[in-house]
């Protein structure tokens, strides 16, 4: 789980340009492709600046959630068996699971998040922190605001995690052959 998490935070980093980029450009902050690509040239702390505790919050989460269900269920299906692999569709079924659950649990962290990602200002105006965005939302919208978009974010989700921990699974077992095959 830790090794999962770490490389989420690293991928992170790496994302978080795009994706400022992108939200403002659907926000309409930015007027097309070019203008979100001059922005992060010339003023990459406008991208990095408030928004990397959000983003790392967000998807450091996500990512210890994913695999903490993944592979609590992994144990308990191999404990119920006795069998120390899973078939295929197990896995597809289990990750699908995993990132559907994953996605409903975190889906106040995205909204939270979009918000102050997406904002316009940076400035004293601009919702700084994952707290004040959550005051604010809960204040002007009420406790069902943090679940908009819930259902579309598992529907996401869900599916792409499945396969994601479907292929990581197979390569992982692979890679297991390919090194026993070696050690002969």
Not at 53 to 65: G, I, K, R
Not at 155 to 182: D, N, T
Request: proline share 4%; with cysteine; hydrophobic share 45%.
């Amino acid at each position: 789980m830790a090794a999962g998490t770490i490389a989420e935070v690293v991928a992170s980093l790496v994302r978080l340009p795009m994706e400022v980029s992108k939200l403002r450009l659907q926000l309409g902050v930015y007027s097309s492709s070019w203008h979100a690509a001059r922005e992060l040239f010339l003023r990459p702390q406008h991208i990095y600046g408030n928004f990397v505790p959000q983003t790392l919050a967000h998807d450091s989460v996500y990512s210890a959630c994913a695999w903490l269900i993944f592979e609590t269920g992994r144990q308990w299906l191999f404990v119920r068996r006795g069998e120390a692999e899973l078939p295929a569709s197990e896995n597809l079924a289990l990750g699908t699971l995993t990132g559907a659950l994953s996605a409903l649990v975190t889906t106040p962290l995205d909204v939270l998040k979009t918000r102050v990602v997406g904002q316009v200002s940076d400035g004293p105006t601009g919702l700084t922190s994952l707290r004040t965005a959550a005051k604010e939302l809960l204040r002007e919208e009420g406790p069902w605001a943090f679940w908009r978009g819930a259902s579309l974010r598992v529907a996401h989700l869900a599916p792409s995690h499945g396969l994601y921990m479907l292929l990581y699974e197979v390569a992982k077992r692979q890679i297991s052959f390919a090194r026993a095959s070696e050690a002969r």
